[in-house]
């Protein structure tokens, strides 16, 4: 009965959308790109409420180098909710269902440097929790410049943290080093990570600059033990970024 009504002007991280406790409604969150302020809306059969915003978190004001790409997400049951600044760092809260607000942030701070550019050249913004909410899985690129015919290229990584250790930064586990001479079409040394998404079969998806889904078989199993595969479900072409981005109906 209605379109094209805007909801919201600026500039913005991913928008991330949640059940409301009640089972019916739903939440939708979206992160300023360059401040610590969050707009939550309310999707009921009325339609969408006018946004509420909340202050928290420890996100640099103003940010200066923000990514609106990455991809901002909630844990499948909403317990967790992630805002994530692929070349500063990210920041896990906890959010109610019930008021759609967050609390509690924990927050990771990716290596900077003045060349941070160089080492970090082409982010990922791929984000997701483990079925069980235990894990998260980040996924992010660096450059290599371990082969001399080459001078530089990005090499992309996927990131395991244990939401119930004491320090999240400190629980971070590298699941994978790619040599991308190898395993990139033609040659090229070049690889991103980019989106990530849960799919129905309970395993994780990532998509990256080959002609493949990156997959992760048991993401609720710490370390290598989530078995992550670097190619499968091979699409026999290029598929650049794209990935389906769903919230969690079930």
């Known amino acids: 009965v209605a379109k094209n009504e805007i909801l919201l002007t600026g500039v913005f991280m991913t928008p991330a959308a949640v059940r409301h406790a009640n089972g019916r409604d739903w939440w939708l969150l979206v992160s300023d790109a360059d401040e ?34 990455a991809g901002n997400a909630f844990s499948p049951n909403g317990r967790y909710y992630i805002d994530h600044n692929s070349f500063l760092g990210f920041s896990v809260f906890e959010f109610d269902r019930c ?9 990771v701070e990716w290596p900077q440097s003045p060349i941070q550019d160089f080492l970090r050249s082409e982010p990922g913004f791929g984000n997701v929790f483990s079925p069980d909410e235990r894990l998260l899985y980040v996924t992010a690129s660096y450059v290599d410049v371990s082969h001399p015919s080459l001078p530089a290229g990005s090499i992309p990584y996927i990131f395991q943290f244990d939401l119930t250790a004491p320090d999240l930064a400190s629980s971070i586990d590298t699941l994978n080093t790619i040599d991308t001479l190898r395993y990139f079409p033609y040659g090229f040394h070049r690889d991103v990570m980019w989106g990530a998404e849960m799919g129905p079969d309970g395993r994780i998806y990532v998509v990256h600059n080959g002609v493949s889904y990156c997959t992760v078989s048991y993401p609720n199993i710490r370390g290598k033990g989530c078995r992550f595969v670097y190619n499968e479900r091979d699409f026999g072409t290029i598929i650049g970024e794209s990935i389906p981005v769903f919230p969690n109906y079930r």
């Not at 309310?42 to 928290?56: A, V």
Request: hydrophobic letters at 25%; charged letters at 20%; a positive charge.
């Open 36 to 69: 610590n302020r969050h707009y939550r809306l309310l999707l009921s059969p009325e339609g969408f409420s006018q946004p509420d915003t909340q202050l928290i978190g420890t996100k640099p004001n103003p940010v200066g180098k923000h990514n609106s790409g």
């Open 99 to 107: 008021n759609g607000l967050l609390a509690n942030e924990r927050r």
